[in-house]
């Protein structure tokens, strides 16, 4: 069976005047029903950006600018603007890090799950209400019948994240995409809406991209994950195999450096340096300046994605 | 055991708030009867979630906020009745590292400037003395000599918390309060500051006030534990003791929540449900029992009492005893 989404080279740059920030550069991935792919990295790393890349969301002066998004045997870029608008909400959803951004300030929370359904599933304003209610429900917000009433600043972190979510599943997506989901939110609250996207994910058998920075999150919840790094997947393997197995320098690093693997009071293993300014020009691998195996040929050519051992790509000329 | 460095004493502060222009006041609890101590040379974390009042407690430490109730004593003197001369010196001998390295420095000083200043206003350092005393703490920290010059927008969030820390450790302090001072760092630079402090703690004998919500970098740093959660804490101990051997409720959910790299087996995840309660209006009796898996009758109606369960080890637990030692 082909996977429900596959991508392949995607780049996505931003023209800033006299530079260009290669913001994801070159990234493969696939996905298939009903699986979670963890997108992993830190800030500036480009996960985000790939995120907005599969809605065509990209704010400018960002433009994508080569690679293929298939998505159930279409290729997202190459649909009109009209057509993409039938698939985002409907087919693909996406909630944000951030949820009192992602909903409108001066609309009840009602109107704004109700507006996806009148749009995307020709509901009635009466029937949108009532399915409406359900929704609300079905994420755990007590009382819904009144909380469809409420404006967003009326309610707490956690419920606001809630509404986004049954927002994003009002129509059944097949892929949900979750842009640091619980991120804004307490660990206390993060267990509740990372058990409740879980439930749902069981539910209805979607698909789920969990983009994040929190290693934690990802292995417990993620069935394969991708370390990006500079615009760049360098490694992705089923979760499991990932945490046991790193192979990549940088992988290596993250995982030495969390608090979690340390023994308590003892110094902690660190990367040197910090992340790269995407808009300096860079030559060769990405990561070469703070790594601790670099040779010199990382530092002359980019390093492919090639499969060390089965279903274990890494990006690094230490594995030809 | 000698007397604290820093003590509060059943500290309390309530703000005054009005939902709108012409609502009734209503008082938000923010801090409600804390107890804390620090030794010398030891490193204290504060946990708890946000609202709970972490970064009240550490501006009422500091002396930056007048408390409602109770006292903060600083080796056996009390802030509130210190002369000009008293609190100049514990200004001096207390510092605060900030979470955000962004609004902390002065966009328009020079990093020499902004690390020098806490040695030009407490007339510690001047001319090529102070250009030296700016040298040797840059040093420290792992700032280049090159960066005296430069501008705070020159660099990287990591770099900034470095200058952030130079400047506190600027007059010698004996203590430092950290208000999530790695929270808004990249995990690969989040180390290397957990790194520094820990060698700066060990080096220059500070006590450290470590606040944090993230409990793995608590863990980390810290000897000594607590856990706030509205306006209280409800457990205190050893580090040890606290993270394998806790004995409140709201310790063990907190613990369990935390998505783990190497998910434990047999341990059962504890879902809270709800939100945690307004401190506008704190519940009565335990402030946990609403969400509570095990509260019974009485929780609602007493407050229990931060008690010695195991020699250092607190909890405010009716049933402390019950639950986690039988």
Redesign the interface.
Known sequence: MPPLLNVTGLATHFHLGTSTLKAVDGVDFSLNEGETLAIVGESGCGKSMTACSLMRLVPPPGNIVSGSIVFGGTDLLLLSDKEMRDIRGNSISMIFQEPMTSLNPVLTVGNQIGEVLRLHRNLTRREALAETVRLLGLVGIPAPEQRVEDYPHQLSGGMRQRIVIAMALACQPRLLIADEPTTALDVTIQAQILELIDRLQRENGMALLLITHDLGIVAERADRTAIMYAGKIVETAPTAELFQNPLHPYTCGLLASLPQNAVPGEPLATIPGHVPNLADEQQGCGFCPRCPAKTWECRQSTPPLKEASSNHLVRCWKFP | MTAPLLEARNLAKYFPVASGPFAPRQTLNAVDGLDLSLAAGEAVGLAG??GCGKSTVARLLLGLTPPTKGEVLFEGGNLAEMGKRDLASFRRAAQLIFQDPFSSLNPRQRVGDIIGEPLVVHGYASGSELRERVARLMEKVGLAEEHFFRYPHEF????RQRIGIARALAVEPRLLVADEPVSAL???????I??LL??LKRELNLAFLFIA?D???V??LCDRIAIMYLGRIVETGP?DAVFERFLHPYTE??L????????PTGNK?I??????PSPLSPPPGCPFHTRCPYAEGVCSSTTPLLTERDPGHLAACHFSMKLYRS
């Open positions: 979630e946000s990287s969030g990591g770099q990249d995990l690969s630079v989040q180390a290397q957990i790194n820990q060698e919500h409990l793995s970098v863990r980390h580090r959910a907190l369990s929540a935390v998505p783990h790299i190497h998910p995840r879902i809270l449900p709800g939100d945690p």
